[in-house]
């Protein structure tokens, strides 16, 4: 881990991972709120997408990334081999986890708690801060903690689309591939070690924030 090359790639994975789970956070809600409270044409297409990352091949995303925001981008919009390419890659195979995990506790929120709020004289932002979002921040906070959790292992939609440059866009996880080819076995093991520390404290967190949340609902 002393390896300038090692600390630089896990510098770049937990910087865009952190990146991507705040902004998922505000993303994610957005998306589960049009989905639970509006509707319109083609509401049925779009929560069947939200879970494409799910069962499409994150090596399959890539490439779809790299078609749609790379060389020959088709909306002329090319950020191949760049720190943003990360960010895209991972909002993309992540966003589901926020979305599905605040999309039942609003399904399950009682509007008659928010239109006692606007008899009250409430604005509506007053009324999502103080009625709604305690109520939905377990479930996002949940989310948000999957998203970490997820997006600091991600290899198959980011080996592609972030060219694995050392010191700008290789990430740890292809960083420990990397080392595994060239027979470094060692360095490898020390990068993913690391790697597996900050995956099972990420788990520990959603355990922490399900136990909040459960507590919460018994109370």
């Given at each position: 881990?002393?390896?300038?090359?090692?600390?630089?790639?896990?510098?770049v994975?937990?910087?865009?991972s952190?990146?991507v789970?705040?902004?998922?956070?505000?993303?994610?809600?957005?998306?589960?709120?049009?989905?639970?409270?509006d509707?319109?044409?083609?509401?049925?297409?779009v929560?069947?997408i939200?879970?494409?990352?799910?069962?499409?091949?994150?090596?399959?995303?890539?490439?779809?990334?790299?078609?749609?925001?790379g060389p020959?981008?088709?909306?002329?919009?090319n950020?191949?081999?760049?720190?943003?390419?990360?960010?895209?890659a991972?909002?993309f195979?992540?966003?589901?986890?926020?979305?599905?995990?605040?999309?039942?506790?609003?399904q399950?929120?009682?509007?008659?708690?928010?239109?006692?709020?606007?008899?009250?004289?409430?604005?509506?932002?007053?009324?999502?801060?103080?009625?709604?979002?305690?109520?939905i921040?377990?479930?996002?906070l949940?989310?948000?903690?999957?998203?970490?959790?997820?997006?600091?292992?991600?290899?198959?939609?980011?080996?592609?689309?972030?060219?694995?440059?050392?010191?700008?866009?290789?990430?740890?996880?292809?960083?420990?591939?990397?080392?595994?080819?060239?027979?470094?076995?060692?360095?490898?093991?020390?990068?993913?070690?690391?790697?597996?520390?900050?995956?099972f404290?990420?788990?520990?967190?959603?355990?922490?924030i399900?136990?909040y949340?459960g507590?919460?609902?018994?109370?």
């Amino acid at each position: 881990m002393s390896e300038p090359e090692a600390t630089a790639a896990l510098k770049v994975t937990l910087l865009a991972s952190l990146a991507v789970s705040v902004l998922n956070a505000v993303l994610g809600t957005v998306t589960a709120w049009v989905l639970v409270r509006d509707d319109f044409k083609g509401k049925s297409l779009v929560n069947a997408i939200i879970d494409l990352p799910f069962a499409l091949p994150t090596i399959v995303a890539g490439l779809t990334l790299l078609a749609l925001y790379g060389p020959t981008s088709p909306i002329g919009v090319n950020v191949a081999f760049t720190q943003t390419a990360i960010v895209l890659a991972l909002l993309f195979v992540t966003l589901p986890f926020v979305v599905r995990s605040v999309q039942p506790v609003l399904q399950e929120l009682d509007p008659e708690l928010e239109q006692a709020a606007h008899s009250l004289g409430a604005s509506r932002a007053t009324t999502f801060r103080r009625v709604v979002l305690p109520s939905i921040l377990p479930g996002i906070l949940s989310g948000v903690a999957l998203t970490f959790a997820k997006a600091v292992g991600e290899f198959g939609s980011l080996v592609i689309i972030t060219g694995n440059i050392p010191f700008q866009t290789e990430v740890s996880s292809v960083y420990i591939f990397g080392r595994i080819e060239s027979g470094d076995s060692a360095a490898a093991a020390s990068v993913a070690v690391v790697l597996l520390a900050i995956s099972f404290a990420a788990l520990l967190a959603i355990g922490a924030i399900r136990h909040y949340a459960g507590g919460r609902g018994h109370a």
